[in-house]
């Protein structure tokens, strides 16, 4: 009996394990594909010549210097940008659909893009009264602030007497969301046709016009979400059986929710920050995820954060390539495939209940 009630966990954890490796291997690709395809073609051992050229390292490649520019001053930081916003926004979802213990749960329920996207068309239409503060780290900056913010505002509104009540962030954050969104179009409203523009591209989310600079903004706050919020899986797996089950389990539950909370607004704000607005990746990735791995949080996170920086990047790609030399936005890619997603889930669930 003990035996085969052992095989299948082994199972899973060699499956899990496997798939994880896949999930590697297929971010290296996309990479690899992502800086090499575009209207400026490079080959792969163009692109490991070009990288080791700084390190004193010559390798037989006839790439160009227009090649190497393209690759080292545009494709690298926008790949890796879209490597760090991918994997954040999908684990951060992969955290908060554990932390409401439901699969359609995303960070943006909790306010943090509506706050950010409200701090930064602030800054677009109105940064330029305030000289001494203007400057390229302003919107970064102001929208990772609002993200913020607007988080730690629903947390207040839904923490009593040290306990924190899930249903009620919940329904806080749908309300401060919607509050934003009010305030953000009437800003829109009001804006003129340069603002406008700005505003729009910004909104529809891109990675294009990443420099280094604020590559090196955004990094140290995603990373410490992507180092912090796999930390969690433990908790997050006690978290299945219920807050009760959990505090009877020794987790700190009301420690738990505010460093999730926290993590995904650093997350998130800071992905707003520097990519606009890019919607469903914290939503269908770990939902993917947990569907071939099952429920363990430990492999779950690892997985979302790789599906997610492979997705975002080749979604990326694909925004680039499909009609050059214009560019989709972003988020209009993501929200084709998310939105689908989205409604057969809903389908899927009214099916279940009806059965």
Do not use: C
Not at 58 to 75: G, Y
Not at 178 to 206: C, H, P, Q, Y
Not at 320 to 345: C, D, H, K, M, Y
């Amino acid at each position: 009996m003990q035996k085969t009630l052992t095989l299948p966990f082994y199972q899973r954890q060699a499956k899990a394990r496997t798939l994880l490796v896949a999930l590697v291997v297929l971010l290296v690709v996309t990479m690899l594909l992502a800086v090499g395809l575009g209207a400026v073609q490079i080959r792969p051992m163009q692109i490991v010549a070009i990288l080791l050229e700084p390190l004193g390292i010559t390798l037989q490649s006839d790439h160009t210097q227009q090649q190497a520019n393209v690759l080292t001053a545009i494709r690298l930081p926008r790949v890796l940008l879209g490597v760090l916003v991918g994997a954040a926004l999908a684990v951060s979802g992969a955290g908060m659909q554990g932390l409401f213990r439901n699969p359609l749960a995303d960070p943006g329920l909790l306010g943090v893009s509506s706050g950010a996207a409200f701090a930064a068309v602030l800054v677009i239409m109105f940064g330029n009264l305030v000289p001494l503060l203007n400057g390229v780290w302003l919107l970064p900056v102001a929208a990772f602030a609002g993200g913020l913010f607007v988080t730690l505002l629903v947390y207040g509104i839904a923490t009593k007497s040290g306990r924190t009540d899930i249903a009620t962030m919940l329904l806080a954050g749908v309300a401060i969301n919607a509050l934003a969104g009010a305030a953000t179009g009437l800003l829109i409203f009001v804006a003129d046709d340069n603002e406008l523009r700005d505003i729009t591209f910004w909104s529809l989310g891109s990675l294009g016009g990443v420099t280094w600079k604020t590559l090196t903004a955004a990094t140290p706050f995603l990373l410490l979400a992507l180092l912090l919020i796999p930390r969690l899986a433990k908790p997050l797996n006690a978290f299945l059986l219920g807050e009760a089950e959990a505090g009877h389990l020794g987790v700190s539950v009301q420690r738990v929710k505010l460093g999730l909370v926290f993590l995904t607004a650093v997350a998130v704000g800071a992905a707003v920050s520097v990519s606009g607005i890019i919607g469903f990746v914290g939503l269908i990735i770990p939902h993917l995820v947990r569907l071939v791995i099952g429920p363990d949080h430990r492999y779950v996170l690892l997985g979302s954060m790789l599906l997610g920086a492979s997705f975002l990047v080749l979604a990326d790609l694909f925004a680039r390539l499909v009609v050059i030399p214009a560019e989709l936005p972003l988020g209009v890619v993501t929200s084709l495939v998310g939105g689908p997603f989205f409604l057969w889930q809903l389908l899927q669930r009214r099916r279940e209940s009806e059965t």
